[in-house]
């Protein structure tokens, strides 16, 4: 583990490696998650380095202000900015927790508030274009066009993230309760309902569709791909590009961006703020709040485009 001018201390890549390893096997977080903390911290740990601090005991709320002040320095973007600044409260709080600190450095430290832009939302002729032109070629597309139908209905009807989606088993869906059991950040369980024209894919896929695709490698995995194996996100990925590729006038977004459809359209639809806070799974309804945003700044467009006064 190097930084700018030499390595980093032993004393450095060893409390980074506890760290690490706390994440991974005690808060039980994604890879992705761990690889983003160690991203943050190790670019703390260089410019503490440089500031003569050798050890992750010696860092200071000033140390940690001049840290941020660099990032800002070098354009990192308001986001990454707020990011590294969450990395590094949490890594001071664990320091001083485990004792590997006398006080915990960023206690007090301010996070920078991030510029959040407004997530882009289908309309519901949009996704009404979608469903329906995939569901038109399923006769063309076979097994493969069954099993995307049954994504996109499901993602559209639960707002699910994809990882969530491509980790479901086939005993995480109960038919009769429509409902799907989903295991979100942090293996957080949750369940989650979806209507009548997502069982119905979903059950064309399991019955029909699905034992066309399997192979030995399947397993209980709910979503395949085209060789038999449970289905990885870029596959998804792919398929929800592809699939909005012929709605005219649509959007190209991805799952995440179905995501923020199901819970514009259940907002605007009537559902309270706490139940769709529920349903994605969100930890802060603050979180939930940016949706929202997306729903007045509809409201707004469609006020301005229909009152004679507007």
């Known amino acids: 583990m190097s930084a700018r001018g030499g390595e980093l201390s032993e004393a450095w890549a060893a409390v980074l490696a506890d760290f690490e390893r706390h994440l991974a096997a005690e808060r039980d977080l994604s890879a992705h998650s761990v690889r983003a903390y160690l991203t943050d911290l190790t670019a703390l740990a260089e410019h503490a380095t440089r500031m003569g601090l050798t050890d992750a005991s010696q860092l200071t709320l000033r140390s940690l202000r001049s840290y941020l002040a660099n990032q800002q320095t070098l354009g990192r973007a308001r986001t990454t900015l ?16 485990s004792g590997r600190a006398t006080d915990d ?12 832009e ?32 049954a994504i996109l209905e499901l993602l559209y009807a639960t707002g ?25 950040k942090g293996r957080k369980e949750r369940v989650v309902p979806y209507g009548a ?6 059950r064309s896929w399991i019955d029909h569709a699905r034992p066309e695709l399997r192979s030995d490698v ?40 179905l995501r923020h459809t199901a819970a514009t359209h259940l907002l605007e639809g009537g559902a309270d703020l706490r139940s769709v806070q529920e349903i994605l799974g969100h930890a802060s309804l603050g979180t ?7 729903s007045n700044e509809r409201l707004r467009a469609a006020y301005e485009l229909a009152h004679p006064r507007a």
Do not use: C, M, N
């Open 82 to 97: 707020a990011r590294r600044a969450t990395s590094a409260r949490a890594f001071t709080a664990w320091l001083h927790r």
């Open 105 to 116: 450095a960023g206690a007090l430290l301010a996070i920078p508030k991030a510029h959040r």
């Open 118 to 149: 407004l997530p882009v939302a289908l309309s519901h002729a949009d996704v009404r274009g979608l469903l329906d032109a995939t569901a038109a070629a399923v006769t063309d597309d076979g097994a493969v066009g069954i099993r995307d139908l």
């Open 160 to 184: 699910i993230r994809v990882s969530e989606l491509t980790g479901l088993d086939l005993d995480d869906l109960d038919g009769e309760r429509r409902v799907v059991r989903v295991f979100g």
């Open 197 to 202: 024209p997502a069982a119905l894919a979903v």
């Open 218 to 257: 399947s397993g209980a995995a709910l979503f395949l791909g085209a060789r038999g194996g449970r289905i990885d996100q870029r596959t998804v990925r792919r398929v929800v590009h592809d699939r909005l590729a012929v709605v005219d006038g649509a959007a190209d977004v991805g799952p995440h961006g």
């Open 288 to 294: 939930t709040q940016i949706y929202t945003h997306v």
